[in-house]
C-alpha cells in the first residue's frame, strides 16, 4: 500500500468522508468528533480548526495532542488488514480511526466505541 499517498491527503477532504459515513446510518457528526477527541486527544474546536487549514492527514495524528493508550484495545479487520498487526505506526493510527468509524456506523454504542 502507498502509505504516503493516504499521509499526503488533506484532512478537509477525509473527515467529510468519514462523517458521512456515520450519518447514512443515522449517526451524527458530533458521535464523529467525539470518537476523533477520544483517540486523538483534540477538542472539537481543534478539529473544526484543521478542516479549516491546509493540514495533510497524516500531520494530523502526528500532531495529535495526547493519543489515548485505551486505543492499543482496538482490534478487528479495516479493509482486510487487521488493526492490531499493522507495522507502520502512523497507519495504524488511521486505521483505529476507520474502525472506529465502522463501529459506529454498524450501531455500537458509544461506550464500547470508545473503550469504557
Known amino acids: 500500500m502507498d502509505y504516503e499517498k493516504v499521509y499526503a491527503m488533506s484532512f478537509a477532504r477525509v473527515y467529510p468522508l468519514l462523517a458521512a459515513k456515520a450519518e ?6 458530533e458521535e464523529v468528533n467525539e470518537i476523533i477527541c477520544w483517540l486523538t486527544g483534540y477538542s472539537t474546536e481543534e478539529i473544526e ?34 488493526v492490531e498487526n499493522i507495522d507502520e505506526p502512523l497507519m495504524q493510527e488511521i486505521r483505529y480511526l476507520d474502525k472506529l468509524i465502522d463501529e459506529l456506523a454498524k450501531g455500537k454504542p458509544m461506550d464500547k466505541i470508545l473503550r469504557g
Not at 491546509?54 to 479495516?78: C, M, S, W
Request: charged residues 30%; contains cysteine; positive net charge.
Open 24 to 29: 447514512r446510518k443515522g449517526r451524527t457528526r
Open 49 to 82: 480548526n484543521a478542516l479549516n487549514k491546509p493540514e495533510t492527514y497524516g500531520d494530523f495524528f502526528r500532531n495529535a495532542p495526547g493519543l489515548n493508550p485505551d486505543r492499543k484495545q482496538i482490534k478487528g479487520v479495516v479493509c482486510g488488514v487487521r
